[in-house]
């Protein structure tokens, strides 16, 4: 018979447990493992028919996953289910509260992997301006809308705006650390904080950033191998250490990240193409050719691997990173021209005449394709002159 002490004992480890599935799965929902979020969220008993914050969360990381796959079946169902939730809760709020904020929040994010941006945009403004209205603008509740629309206005490009609102919510979660136990707000803000800063050019705020998310990364035991936003952090900080002359940091962090997904996901994993080709700029720059050569080998296979598995005639809904399958050719093109222009720089003029026709392959075919059209006018033209000069003779 289990006493009454031993049975709230075990109630309290459990739910100890739970609350830490759900902090690594909120973690990884942030760095873009899906998988390992919905089997956190699983652990912790989360049901996609609660109208708690976790099941909002479970709603949308399941819009997300099946956006991924390319499921619109699931995509669909997890939208329209989010967009029921989210009214239900409204409803029944008198005031609006953080788990309404939460809602609106939730469903414009799964509604900004479906594309649908202007209504994903429309949510998180509203929620920020009710936060900021109801609350004020260094509440609790301010933080998480302003973390959306930062993450909203850097899918849009407006990096500048999307820096502004990461740095305010990055800062004023700090401020508040000791009221706020979610860690994967801060990830969610340094992720904003570390992209938008480089591509803004300001290499140091992105060096930082991409420092303390891998950091947190080591800290809750996610594996860059396996998370892609962190992926993507470890190639922003190789480029921002190229970017500040650090080069041989640069080629370190960059061989750091390569080896550890070469061992997780294969050699010619597709994840690896960006990975492989910024490694090789930091290789040329500090004159190790023959090492860009072989990350340039290795991305021209990952690029052959991509273009076999999506056939060009299939491509319309196939993306990799952002990047159409569509648009492989081009980059197969970058790749041989970049391959055999270290192969010419290191002597090796027989293999750089090799690959320079099959470099030009792009370029040349649309020439022609150009050209071809031209001269079957300009013949259709003359045909059509010849024609009428004949008449003209006879008459």
Request: one cysteine or more; hydrophobic letters at 40%; aromatic letters at 6%.
């Amino acid at each position: 018979m289990v006493s009454s002490n031993d049975s709230d004992s075990g109630s309290k480890c459990s739910s100890l447990e739970a609350s830490e599935h759900l902090r690594k799965a909120y973690l990884m929902r942030e760095v873009a493992d899906y998988t390992g979020s919905l089997v956190q969220l699983s652990a912790a008993n989360i049901s996609a028919e609660s109208d708690s914050e976790a099941g909002l969360v479970l709603l949308a990381v399941k819009a997300a996953q099946a956006m991924a796959h390319n499921d619109s079946e699931a995509l669909r169902q997890a939208v329209d289910s989010l967009d029921s939730k989210t009214k239900e809760i409204k409803a029944k709020a008198s005031i609006p509260t953080m788990l309404v904020f939460r809602a609106m929040c939730e469903l414009g994010r799964a509604r900004l992997v479906t594309g649908d941006t202007e209504l994903a945009g429309q949510s998180f403004r509203i929620a920020l301006g009710l936060a900021q209205d109801e609350y004020g603008k260094n509440s609790l509740e301010m933080i998480y809308p302003s973390l959306c629309l930062a993450i909203y206005h850097e899918s849009q490009g407006s990096n500048l705006l999307a820096l502004a609102l990461a740095r305010d919510a990055v800062d004023l979660l700090r401020e508040r650390s000791k009221q706020v136990n979610d860690p994967s707000l801060l990830l969610a803000g340094l992720i904003v904080i570390n992209s938008s800063s480089f591509k803004e050019r300001r290499f140091q705020k992105s060096l930082a950033a991409s420092d303390e998310l891998l950091s947190m990364g080591a800290k809750y035991s996610l594996p860059l191998a396996s998370c892609e936003r962190l992926q993507q952090a470890a190639v922003v900080k190789m480029l921002s250490l190229a970017q500040l002359d650090r080069l041989q940091e640069a080629k370190d962090q960059g061989e750091i990240l390569v080896e550890a997904m070469e061992k997780v996901q294969g050699k010619y994993s597709a994840h690896l193409l960006e990975p492989l080709c910024q490694l090789a700029t930091v290789y040329e720059r500090i004159g190790s050719r023959d090492k860009a050569s072989k990350c340039l080998d290795q991305a021209l296979v990952v690029v052959s691997h991509i273009v076999e598995d999506t056939p060009f005639a299939n491509s319309a809904d196939s993306s990799l990173h952002d990047d159409k399958a569509a648009a492989m050719p081009f980059k197969e093109y970058q790749v041989l021209n970049r391959l055999s222009e270290t192969y010419f720089l290191q002597g090796k003029f027989v293999d750089a005449l090799k690959l320079y026709p099959s470099s030009m392959r792009a370029r040349y075919t649309t020439y022609v394709a150009s050209s071809t059209n031209m001269i079957d006018m300009l013949s259709k033209r003359l045909a059509e002159f010849s024609e009428e000069h004949q008449r003209k003779q006879q008459k």
